[in-house]
């Protein structure tokens, strides 16, 4: 099993800036990837950026390219997901979550075996 704790989500204002992080622990060892998503109220979890945990390939959903920047630190067994120029269509609550079988989806949420609790971030205009 694998835990996740997310933090670094709070109320901002539109062009601000927030760092998520979220530690994993226990078999930790076994993660291929980890990912962030994002649901807004009344919106399906939708998937925002995910990073291959050995190579450290990254991947983003178009509307935060250029602007999120997901990163690792294997030591610390921690996931970043540093958020520049945040806009108002970003408020949601975001989930951290890691996957650990073959043939990953970094995108689809149902790939990922572990998530965890949430963090919100509200980004006022």
């Known amino acids: 099993q694998v835990q996740l704790v997310e933090s670094g989500g709070g109320l901002v204002q539109a062009g601000d800036s927030l760092r998520l992080s979220c530690v994993a622990s226990?078999?930790?060892?076994?993660?291929?990837?980890m990912g962030w998503f994002r649901q807004a109220p009344g919106k399906e979890r939708a998937f925002v950026a995910a990073?291959?945990?050995?190579?450290?390939?990254?991947y983003y959903t178009d509307s935060v390219k250029g602007r999120f920047t997901i990163s690792r630190d294997n030591a610390k067994n921690t996931v970043y997901l540093q958020m520049n120029s945040l806009k108002p269509e970003d408020t949601a609550v975001y989930y951290c979550?890691?996957?650990?079988?073959?043939?990953?989806?970094?995108?689809?949420?149902?790939?990922?075996?572990?998530w965890g609790q949430g963090t919100q971030v509200t980004v006022s205009s």
């Open positions: 979550a890691a996957g650990r079988r073959s043939s990953v989806i970094y995108t689809g949420a149902s790939w990922y075996d572990y």
């Open positions: 226990g078999r930790t060892f076994s993660l291929i990837a």
């Open positions: 990073i291959n945990w050995s190579g450290g390939s990254t």
